[in-house]
């Protein structure tokens, strides 16, 4: 598995007083663009070809990186009107090839995932997605998942998350088959969150979420951005 979505056109509202010039996956963390650190580690684990959902001053991601980065490939999707994160991995997909299992990203959240792992746990459970999840002491920030002993998610309660519960961490490794039932096309305004995942899982999907450890930090509000500087070498 070698390639990635990175879920990166949100218009990042509440950073945009702390940086009110770029993108928020271009905030600079240590004197580097953030999506530098999150492109940094996941190419160290494997990851060489990725493709970036982009939608808000995308020129500045775009020019930014050009069409490799440190060996990688990068390729970009560009919404022309704001899409939702759904919309974005939709058209985002449409640049894949085949069938193998791919990443995704969500472009303000760095979480250090054990990729093997991941892939290890989506195979043996012959998952449809699986999710790595964290355990978040902010409730009703993130998605919380209550899964079962094996590891199947049961449920999804969006913005609902408890404190110290487990929460959906941004990364994701799905099946491109399990994009295609929900009636949803390539421009269609849509959340990935709210519509994609709930509808996946009412359709019998089969949605697994692996907890794991690695540094978490979502660089979305700006006390977080603050403690990524503290988190993030240069």
């Known amino acids: 598995m070698t390639t990635a979505i990175i879920l990166a056109g949100g218009l990042g509202t509440r950073l945009r007083n702390t940086v009110p010039d770029l993108p928020k996956p271009m905030a600079p963390i240590n004197g580097r663009p953030f999506l530098e650190h999150q492109l940094d580690y996941w190419i160290g684990q494997g990851v060489k070809r990725f493709v970036l959902s982009l939608g808000y001053r995308h020129q500045a991601i775009s020019g930014h990186f050009g069409a490799s980065y440190r060996g990688a490939a990068l390729e970009y999707a560009i919404e022309s009107s704001p899409l939702g994160t759904g919309g974005g991995l939709l058209l985002a997909a449409e640049k894949l090839c085949g ?136």
């Open 99 to 234: 069938e193998a299992a791919f990443l995704v990203l969500n472009g303000d959240t760095y979480f250090e995932v054990d990729l093997a792992a991941l892939c290890s746990f989506h195979a043996g459970n012959r998952a449809d997605w699986a999710f790595a999840l964290f355990r978040s002491a902010e409730p009703g920030r993130y998605t919380g998942m209550e899964i079962a002993a094996d590891g199947r998610i049961a449920s999804l309660t969006a913005g609902a998350g408890s404190s110290g519960g487990l929460a959906n961490g941004g990364v994701y490794l799905l099946n491109p088959q399990t994009l295609r039932g929900g009636g949803w096309k390539p421009g269609d305004k849509v959340s990935l969150e709210d519509d994609i995942l709930p509808a996946a899982l009412a359709a019998g999907h089969r949605l697994y979420g692996l907890e794991c450890s690695g540094t978490f930090v979502d660089i979305g509000v700006p006390q977080d951005y603050s403690r990524a500087q503290c988190l993030l070498a240069g």
